[in-house]
């Protein structure tokens, strides 16, 4: 509605390190977002001028509410360091298994441990590889 000298920082909605000159004179609405200067946006920062505005939009409605959204919708893909860190923690676990039934059948041929001892060393074992604090997401 009115401005004067009115400047504003955009950088959280438009990434744009500089201020942006704000204006009343009209703009068509397919205006990129960064170049609509006859607009000030929720979570813009006035750092020069004085100016006065109508609202049009609140919440979700608002050009951050829209970013809101895409961020929310966004798929979740793993990246490739994690595709490798699960590759590598299933061939860790596979190794822990085959050296657990090695360290079973050894002490079942070389010693007099009776089964339930052996399952007792078993499962110890088991415990004991996974690490602290371990939780899949």
Do not use: C, H
Not at 101 to 123: M, N, P, R, Y
């Amino acid at each position: 509605m009115e401005v004067t000298a009115l400047e504003t920082n955009e950088s959280a909605l438009t990434g744009e390190s500089t201020t942006v000159a704000k204006g009343t004179d009209p703009v068509p609405p397919e205006t990129p977002l960064a170049e609509r200067d006859d607009m000030v946006f929720m979570n813009t920062t006035a750092i020069k001028g004085r100016g006065r505005a109508v609202v049009v939009k609140t919440g979700m409605d608002t050009q951050v509410g829209d970013i809101a959204t895409e961020i929310q919708e966004a798929e979740t893909r793993e990246t490739p360091f994690q595709k490798e860190v699960d590759a590598l923690g299933k061939r860790i676990g596979i190794g822990i298994v085959g050296l657990i039934l090695v360290i079973a059948v050894a002490q079942f041929v070389f010693t007099a441990a009776g089964w339930l001892s052996i399952l007792l060393t078993g499962i110890t074992l088991a415990v004991a590889a996974v690490p602290r604090g371990y939780r899949r997401s």
